[in-house]
């Protein structure tokens, strides 16, 4: 089956140990698209935050952000949005006020932070302990940061809906207390990106469902489709997929749910996958 679709995450699975894009990768991606297959991306990063990345490498593509509550189409047109309804982020935010959890509110346009002050310098602080910086990538990290807003200068309107929403917590038992309460919405997605976060979006929001709506208008099926992950918010796109990766770095649980498993995002896993596809077009 030819593929015309190669779908990838980002954080764990495309960017590599130092959060960029790697030249070796920037370039099978390169090589990919000049091939004729369509590159994409589906992150729960936002759309800023995601295209920095890749304008980095010079890569243009199309991207599902948010764990597929806005798609974008390469020349960054919104093509596709499923926010989250009111009234439930009403009353998921009551109860993270009431319980004292950090939590981050993504819109189109800003991402607001509870206590941004402190998670601004919680978030540097850990970045530092990880990573040897040097002065221009602190500052760029920085600059990022202070992009953001705080919580409290967030308003809910018809014109800046919620798109997604991330809770963090260092506290295990009160995170699960806060999936059993966030289970009585039905129309929500709730899944995670790492240990200490919970992800919400709409049910509708999801890699998986964003891309089968992609090929849909482009007339092919999810037999076309490669898709690439690491962790709980990729299940959909991996599990919808019978051409599915999961990286070596992935837990047991998502290997499982991926059709086939590749090299660590520190070791080029998705350049490995994107080079194998291409000598197999060749044959």
Known sequence: MMIKLFASDMDGTLLDETHTINDRTAKAIHDLQAAGVEFMIATGRDYQSASRLTKAQNISCAMINLNGALVHDKDGNVIYDCPLEYETIESV???????????????????????RDEYIQNTFKNLQKRFDFD??????IKDNLMENKDASEFTFSKENPVLK???????????????????KFPELDVTSSAPGNLEITH??????????KHIEKQGYTMDNVVTIGDSLNDRSMLQLCPNSYAMANASEEIKEMAAHTTFSNDQYGVAVVIEELLENMKK
């Open 93 to 115: 935010i009551t109860y993270l006020n009431d319980h004292d959890l950090l939590y981050t509110i993504y819109t189109e346009a800003y991402t607001y932070f509870y206590n």
């Open 135 to 140: 002065d221009l990538t602190a500052a760029q």
């Open 165 to 183: 929403m991330m809770i963090m917590s260092e506290d295990d038992d009160k995170l699960h207390q806060t999936h059993l309460y966030l289970e």
């Open 203 to 212: 049910k509708d929001a999801q890699k998986g469902l964003a891309i089968i």
